[in-house]
């Protein structure tokens, strides 16, 4: 996965081994949009201690900064309701159009919508049964 | 880690994990209040950019942390070299190697703001 014979490769292999004892496969990236910082930090948290790289996103248009910039991001988990010019729902739908290998779960404590279900990979509601989700997303993700 | 511009928070919070810290992050000082007065998380050191939008600056938070929470380290960072420099001293007393020199830290943050610049706004 990391260069062999490089000290970069071997100081980044080091620096993953310690803090995610999960298998290479599962270094995917996930960005997660979330504007509450606690909820926000607390499914970071559980993800990363699953091995997942995670990076955060407060709204959707921090979101599309990340996408934008070519972070290669395997899967989107975003709430719905955020303060900014686009709500969840519609970055989702900008990501479906604009990204269509990425997966997109939405996370929500809005009511189960099933348009929004069946038009994307899934819909958590909130507080999320964190198993279940990440459950769902290895499934997604392999 | 408090940053409001995402590419940066990323980068640094990214380059300090692999250093070995735990890093929690928010986009602003009301984020990271909420965070101090709420998760049940012990926090040791508050990393904050200086210039923020909302009702608190970096020192107005770096105040309110000395005043209300002495036991914490409080480092201001108000560029993206003086972040990487600083990240790189915590990176020394990190767990782990730090996984690559400031500079890179730089550089990345540098590379990504101008890909992001090339493509057209949402």
Request: net charge negative; with cysteine.
């Amino acid at each position: 996965m990391s260069g062999a014979g490089s000290d970069k490769g071997r100081a980044h292999s080091r620096a993953a081994a310690a803090a995610a004892p999960a298998p290479a496969h599962e270094q995917a990236t996930i960005l997660i949009v979330e504007d509450d910082v606690l909820v926000r930090a607390m499914a970071a948290d559980q993800l990363r201690e699953q091995g997942y790289s995670v990076v955060e996103a407060a709204s959707a248009d921090e979101a599309l900064s990340v996408l934008h910039s070519n972070v290669g991001v395997a899967l989107l988990m975003t709430d719905v309701r955020m303060p900014g010019s686009l709500d969840g729902a519609a970055l989702a739908r900008m990501v479906r159009a604009e990204y269509p290998a990425m997966k997109v779960v939405i996370a929500s404590g809005d009511r189960p919508d099933a348009e929004l279900a069946d038009r994307f990979d899934g819909f958590f509601a909130k507080p999320y049964d964190v198993p279940r989700l990440v459950r769902h997303i290895r499934a997604l993700l392999n | 880690m408090v940053e409001d511009e995402v590419l940066v928070r990323m980068v640094i919070s990214d380059y300090l994990r692999g250093c070995g810290y735990k890093v929690i992050e928010a986009i602003n000082a009301d984020e990271a209040l909420a965070v101090l007065q709420h998760l049940d998380v012990r926090v040791d050191i508050i990393f904050s950019d200086i210039e923020m939008p909302g009702a608190m600056d970096g020192f107005a938070l770096a105040t309110w942390v000395r005043r209300n929470r002495p036991d914490l380290e409080v480092i201001l960072a108000g560029s993206v070299p003086r972040a990487a420099n600083a990240a790189a001293e915590l990176c020394d007393s990190g767990s782990l190697p730090k996984p690559y020199e400031p500079q890179i830290v730089v550089e990345r943050i540098r590379r990504l703001m101008a890909t992001r610049a090339r493509k057209p706004s949402a």
